[in-house]
């Protein structure tokens, strides 16, 4: 089995808002896999004395010991329990019913002899490659169907569409919310290699049309998660100063990926 993992600031001078992690017993028999995208707020209140990167560690720590330990638990029964745990934490201090409380995208993905599940929310993305060298994307795809209008940037959604009917979802504080996550599961057999991002890092293919997901995911494969990163900073900072493709977007964004070869 092959695992390679990178999280990399957009910003070294602040904190990773992302969150990737791995689990592999030590049999090698099985696995899973978490990737959070923390989403950064817009300044002024949003109801909680904690940051972004606090509740994506606390999240994904619950998230991976919950779906490395717990065979019983579905991914949803996992992200929902993995919400409520992080809520708890904070509930007493804090406003959690703010539409600006801390919250993510998430990517679970988990693995034995016979079956791949997986779980995403929002717009990080898991890529499925088969045997033949077929890739899959298992995308959720609702928050590319918001109207411009709706968003404070090409990044940042407005408040009425965040977590409401007709928008898209996010895990914030809600244990609900796991209901609306893209989930599935396919034969182990019909797997050969996973790879998980944030969307620093898809934005090669859906923002400077680098390629499609099977080229990205070729990208990961030859110069591992590390370097697609930095073929990704590269692109950005050709285009900071014409801002021909990112034009409201953040120049560079917090970037992870997990690759897991089966």
């Not at 899973?32 to 300044?43: I, K, M």
């Not at 034969?187 to 090669?204: E, H, I, K, Q, S």
């Amino acid at each position: 089995m092959r695992i390679d993992l990178t999280t990399e600031p957009g910003d070294p001078a602040r904190p990773n808002e992302d969150y990737a992690s791995v689990a592999v017993p030590a049999s090698g028999q099985g696995g899973s896999l978490v990737v959070l995208d923390g989403v950064t707020p817009p300044s002024g209140d949003a109801g909680c004395l904690h940051s972004v990167p606090w509740f994506t560690a606390h999240l994904g720590g619950a998230l991976s010991e919950l779906s490395a330990t717990r065979r019983d638990m579905t991914l949803l029964d996992i992200l929902s329990t993995g919400i409520t745990r992080t809520a708890d934490t904070h509930r007493g201090t804090c406003d959690l019913s703010h539409p600006r409380t801390p919250q993510a995208t998430v990517v679970l993905a988990r693995w034995d002899a016979d079956v791949v599940e997986h779980l995403v929310l929002s717009d990080s993305a898991l890529l499925v490659e088969a045997p033949d060298g077929t890739v899959t994307a298992l995308l959720d795809d609702r928050l590319s169907r918001v109207p411009r209008a709706c968003l404070v940037s090409d990044e940042v959604a407005d408040a009425t569409v965040r977590n409401k009917e007709g928008g898209f979802f996010t895990a914030a504080a809600d244990p609900a919310v796991a209901s609306r996550a893209v989930t599935g599961t396919l034969p182990r057999a019909d797997v050969r290699a996973l790879a998980a991002m944030t969307d620093g890092v898809t934005r090669w293919v859906d923002t400077f049309g680098e390629g499609d997901w099977t080229d990205l995911f070729a990208l990961v494969r030859k110069e591992g998660a590390s370097g697609t990163v930095s073929r990704v900073r590269a692109l950005e900072t050709a285009d900071e100063h014409t801002r021909t493709h990112l034009r409201r977007s953040k120049t560079h964004d917090d970037a992870s990926v997990v690759f897991a070869e089966l």
